[in-house]
């Protein structure tokens, strides 16, 4: 079987994980530490601070920005459910957003018909979805205009350039997951980053059960924090993410030149100024040839999937809510026809060729 994903482990990995269990210190300490300065220096942030997963650091940056109960905030209907979950955790209204067609990104146009339409609107949350950067220039001149905070969920894009800046510096304060399919990984685990230092220390306090000191606590906060035996695996991952994301790169560029003939498929695309990552390769068919395709795919031993099969406006959760219900007639109909093949850094060139010629074959 081809795994739709697979994290890239190697020996640097356990033997890093060993040196820090011989340490018996296992919890937040030195390598948490250093892992979260390595990232900022990466990122060129002032600021990251280490959380125990992508989650928790959405959750934490809306709590740092003082989103609350009289809040709404601007989400992706197309992204994963913790992006506008977060926003429910603060007690908070999502407003669900369309996206483009081509990118699969929030659209600029209907975050600005969207602040028209609302009152209260406090901050836009962005999904740089699948390791493409969304369109920065637009949402910075809007972000601005509406005088709102912009948080960046980079969950999906680590190392993604949008005009050769890297995402995750372009807002008030992003969020980066090392979950175990992510670009780079520590099993679980998440990153904040900023440059205001008031964010920063927002941020820790949450983090630590709101403390203000040691053992002195102000408000209310979590247990949030990630572990040294994270960071250990969070720092080799580091090291090769250009690696691991150059390879992803190429399997995508595969993919888009041997693909290119078939006429019932439709390819993702890469705006110019971007240097996407994909996070996942996710190509387009027709809504009766999704299911089709995935079930064809999967019997020759080639994982694939509807990534996502459900805008988060339409998941049972959300239709639950009384939230305003406007259709997202973009996402709707996109959910229905995308298809995620392999695109990981593990793919072997036979695999590669393997999956090209699997699709080739497929009678629609
Ligand atoms: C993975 C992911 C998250 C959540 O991260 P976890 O580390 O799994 O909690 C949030 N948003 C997006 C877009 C993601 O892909």
């Known amino acids: 079987m081809i795994p739709l994903s697979r994290p890239s482990i190697s020996g640097k990995e356990l033997a890093a994980i060993r040196r820090v269990l011989q340490t018996r210190h296992l919890a937040e300490g030195p390598v948490v530490a250093k892992f979260q300065g390595n990232f900022a220096k990466f990122l060129g942030t002032r600021y990251a601070i280490a959380t125990c997963n992508g989650t928790a650091g959405l959750h934490t940056a809306l709590l740092a920005l003082g989103i609350s109960q009289a809040d709404s905030v601007i989400v992706s209907s197309f992204s994963f459910i913790a992006t506008a979950n977060a926003v429910l955790f603060c007690g908070a209204r999502p407003i669900f957003c369309d996206i483009d067609p081509d990118t699969f990104n929030i659209s600029p146009a209907k975050i600005e018909e969207t602040l028209k339409m609302h009152s209260g609107i406090k901050a836009l949350l962005i999904t740089h979805l699948f390791g493409a950067p969304c369109d920065m220039e637009k949402i910075l001149r809007i972000t601005k205009k509406y005088n709102i905070f912009l948080i960046e969920d980079c969950c999906q894009a680590h190392g993604a350039k949008y005009k050769g800046k890297l995402v995750g510096s372009f807002g008030d304060i992003a969020v980066f997951s ?42 209310l906060g979590y247990n949030y924090r990630m572990t040294d035996l994270q960071a250990a695996i969070g720092l080799v991952q580091l090291k090769k993410l250009k690696k691991l994301n150059n390879a992803r790169l190429k399997n995508a560029k595969f993919y888009l030149k041997n693909l290119s003939q078939i006429p019932w498929l439709t390819l993702p695309i890469i705006p110019e100024n971007t240097l996407p990552y994909f996070h996942q390769f996710t190509i387009k068919v027709e809504a009766h040839l999704r299911d089709r395709l995935i079930e ?32 997202q007639p973009i996402a709707e109909e996109i959910s229905k026809n995308v298809v995620s093949i392999p695109v990981h850094p593990e793919l072997k060139n036979k695999d590669l060729i393997r999956i090209v010629n699997a699709i080739k074959k497929f009678k629609q």
């Not at 979950?179 to 440059?195: P, S």
């Not at 008031?198 to 059960?209: E, F, G, P, Q």
């Open 178 to 219: 090392f979950y175990g399919t992510k670009n780079m990984t520590t099993g679980e685990g998440g990153m904040l980053a900023t440059d205001n230092a008031k964010l920063k220390d927002r941020c820790l306090s949450i983090i630590n059960h709101g403390r203000s000191s040691r053992f002195i606590h102000s408000s």
């Open 296 to 327: 064809y795919l999967r019997k020759k031993g080639i994982g694939a999937a509807a990534i996502y099969p459900l805008p988060i406006h339409k998941q049972p959760l959300y239709k639950g809510l009384n939230l305003d219900k406007p259709s």
